[in-house]
């Protein structure tokens, strides 16, 4: 499973990735309200751990607007304001769980994992589809009509982000975030390639799709329309 973690606390947001990691999540770590806010807002995390006091935008009010923007993903609230009028705030604003700092580290994890769970029971299925195009999230296996592709994973949550964000630009840098993090070793080079694998691996026509270039900017897919 994927989590997003928006902290801006470097030390403590670089504990609890490891700490995350270790357990076998996969984990996306944003220190700005404004970017945990769009990363948040492509819909692929099981889990999202966001805390209150934000650069940028106030993590409250990115709860209320990925709610207003119908995103159900589960959030876990993080805050060193320990009264009840704070978290009464924090869940009417749509947080599934609140922790208050400091925390164990065994309580993060079953909080994730309770979460976890909950967010597994209302994906009512494991398939995304376009026009003819589907895609099988949990075995990376693309379908159109009766052929069918298999991808990495790497290719497969590429698809997966384009698939989720129909019709919307994508640039580079987000893509790059998205799916490798921040690891510096990674070059947006390596976001074009693999557009390229997705483009020569499924026959996207036929599936009634188009990965489309937005030159200096980036790529969006697209339902072709008759």
Same mark, same amino acid.
């Given at each position: 499973m994927?989590?997003?973690?928006?902290?801006?606390?470097?030390?403590?947001?670089?504990?609890?990735?490891q700490?995350?990691?270790?357990?076998?999540?996969?984990?996306?770590?944003?220190?700005?309200?404004?970017?945990?806010?769009?990363m $948040?807002?492509?819909?692929?995390?099981g889990?999202?751990?966001?805390?209150?006091?934000?650069?940028?935008?106030?993590? !409250?009010?990115?709860?209320?607007?990925?709610?207003?923007k119908?995103?159900?993903?589960?959030?876990?609230?993080?805050t $060193?304001?320990?009264?009840?009028?704070?978290?009464?705030?924090?869940?009417?604003?749509g947080?599934?769980?609140?922790?208050?700092?400091?925390?164990?580290?065994?309580?993060?994890? $079953?909080? !994730?994992?309770?979460?976890?769970?909950?967010?597994?029971?209302?994906?009512?299925?494991?398939?995304?589809?376009? $026009?003819?195009?589907s895609?099988?999230?949990r075995?990376?296996? !693309?379908?159109?009509?009766?052929?069918?592709v298999?991808?990495t994973?790497?290719?497969a949550?590429?698809?997966?982000?384009?698939?989720?964000?129909?019709?919307?630009?994508?640039?580079k840098?987000?893509?790059?975030?998205?799916?490798?993090?921040?690891?510096k070793?990674?070059?947006?080079?390596?976001?074009?390639?693999?557009?390229?694998?997705?483009r020569?691996?499924?026959?996207?026509?036929?599936g009634?799709?188009?990965?489309?270039?937005?030159?200096?900017?980036?790529?969006?897919?697209?339902?072709?329309q008759?």
């Amino acid at each position: 499973m994927r989590i997003l973690l928006v902290e801006d606390e470097i030390r403590l947001a670089e504990a609890l990735e490891q700490i995350l990691k270790k357990q076998g999540f996969i984990v996306d770590v944003a220190h700005d309200g404004a970017i945990g806010q769009d990363m $948040a807002e492509t819909g692929i995390y099981g889990v999202i751990i966001l805390d209150r006091n934000l650069p940028s935008i106030e993590g !409250v009010e990115v709860l209320k607007y990925l709610r207003k923007k119908r995103i159900t993903t589960p959030v876990i609230l993080l805050t $060193a304001k320990d009264t009840v009028s704070n978290r009464v705030e924090g869940l009417d604003a749509g947080a599934d769980d609140y922790l208050i700092k400091p925390f164990s580290k065994d309580e993060l994890l $079953a909080r !994730v994992r309770a979460l976890s769970r909950r967010s597994e029971n209302l994906q009512t299925s494991d398939t995304l589809q376009i $026009a003819g195009l589907s895609l099988d999230i949990r075995s990376c296996e !693309v379908s159109i009509d009766a052929d069918k592709v298999k991808l990495t994973i790497t290719e497969a949550q590429l698809l997966e982000l384009l698939m989720r964000n129909q019709g919307q630009v994508l640039t580079k840098e987000q893509i790059l975030d998205r799916i490798w993090g921040f690891d510096k070793e990674v070059e947006i080079k390596n976001v074009e390639l693999y557009i390229f694998y997705l483009r020569k691996k499924i026959d996207l026509e036929k599936g009634g799709v188009v990965i489309n270039t937005v030159r200096g900017v980036g790529y969006s897919l697209k339902e072709i329309q008759s």
